[in-house]
């Protein structure tokens, strides 16, 4: 299968609904929403026993890395999925992916077996280094719905609108559907501008004119700190005999999936917002 390699700069910014509007209704006229229209983003992020990846990123260094299988859209066994690298230094992206197929990918992060991509291409050979430098296991699905754009004259400048952000902790497998906990109930939009180089004059006046500001935002990140705030407060409503059980049986929860999930709080994700899609046919 073919491997991609990307290196760009990716800032990400918060918009209410109205931004989102407003924004989009001039885009048009400089840039192009691709051919998929509004589709489904799924992914299965790895992470070791400890979450090291994930408390590395949010501590902000320098240097930080993550590890996730992607799909377009839910898999069948014989769909092409990507499992990526993702490795951002100084601010600057570099992105490794490796295609193959969903049942072969599953079967890897999983331990059971090694495709073909892995051990035959130079990217598949790094992205299993790192993978037996750590050993991951499959932590979270996070699903989006996502409408992506492209510059009318510049094809290299993509932006990306990512709506209703949601995850599980349970069912680690991007066939199982895209199902799952809504991160935030409002109507806040991710946008995320990916450019090799500086953005042009007239989408930084429009940044300027809705008042739209860097953002620094982790889907991953967001959801395992939500998480860990959720455990924290069941933890400190506990009565002293429970705080010493609960610490006699392993401590944060969280890390486990004890409450998340299937089995917990959850709400399910309908279907997008008549006012995303108004503009896919743009």
Same mark, same amino acid.
């Given at each position: 299968?073919?491997?991609?390699?990307?290196?760009?700069?990716?800032?990400?910014?918060?918009?209410?609904?109205? &931004?989102?509007?407003?924004?989009?209704?001039?885009?048009?006229?400089?840039?192009?929403?691709?051919?998929?229209?509004?589709? *489904? =983003? /799924?992914? =299965?992020?790895?992470?070791?026993?400890? #979450?090291?990846?994930?408390?590395?990123? /949010?501590?902000?260094?320098? #240097?930080?890395?993550? /590890?996730? /299988?992607?799909?377009?859209? =839910?898999?069948?066994?014989?769909?092409?999925?990507?499992?990526?690298?993702? *490795?951002?230094?100084?601010?600057?992206?570099?992105?490794?992916?490796?295609?193959?197929?969903?049942?072969?990918?599953?079967? #890897?992060?999983? !331990?059971?077996?090694?495709?073909?991509?892995?051990?035959?291409? &130079?990217? !598949?050979?790094?992205?299993?280094?790192?993978?037996?430098?750590?050993?991951? *296991?499959?932590?979270?699905?996070?699903? %989006?719905?996502?409408?992506?754009? %492209?510059?009318?004259?510049?094809?290299?400048?993509?932006?990306t609108f990512d709506f209703r952000l949601r995850y599980r902790k349970r069912r680690l497998d991007l066939r199982e559907g895209d199902l799952g906990e809504l991160l935030s109930g409002d109507d806040s939009v991710l946008m995320e501008i990916k450019a090799e180089g500086a953005y042009p004059i007239w989408l930084t006046r429009m940044l300027s004119k809705y008042r739209i500001y860097p953002s620094s935002f982790s889907k991953y990140g967001a959801i395992y700190q939500a998480e860990y705030d959720e455990n924290m407060r069941e933890i400190a409503s506990l009565s002293g005999m429970e705080k010493d059980i609960f610490a006699g049986n392993g401590g944060r929860r969280g890390a486990e999936g004890a409450y998340a999930g299937e089995g917990g709080r959850r709400k399910t994700a309908g279907s997008a917002a008549s006012y995303y899609a108004g503009y896919v046919t743009g």
């Open positions: 299968m073919s491997g991609n390699v990307f290196k760009r700069k990716e800032i990400k910014y918060i918009l209410e609904k109205k &931004q989102y509007e407003d924004l989009m209704g001039e885009l048009l006229t400089h840039m192009k929403v691709d051919s998929y229209g509004l589709s *489904k =983003i /799924l992914n =299965i992020y790895l992470d070791t026993d400890d #979450y090291r990846l994930i408390r590395t990123s /949010l501590e902000k260094p320098k #240097y930080k890395e993550k /590890l996730r /299988l992607r799909s377009y859209g =839910i898999p069948g066994d014989d769909s092409i999925v990507f499992l990526e690298l993702k *490795k951002k230094y100084a601010g600057v992206v570099y992105k490794r992916r490796i295609s193959m197929k969903a049942k072969e990918a599953m079967d #890897y992060i999983y !331990g059971s077996s090694v495709p073909e991509a892995i051990e035959s291409t &130079q990217i !598949g050979k790094e992205i299993d280094h790192v993978m037996k430098l750590y050993r991951p *296991k499959p932590r979270y699905f996070i699903g %989006y719905d996502r409408i992506a754009m %492209y510059g009318r004259s510049d094809p290299e400048l993509r932006i």
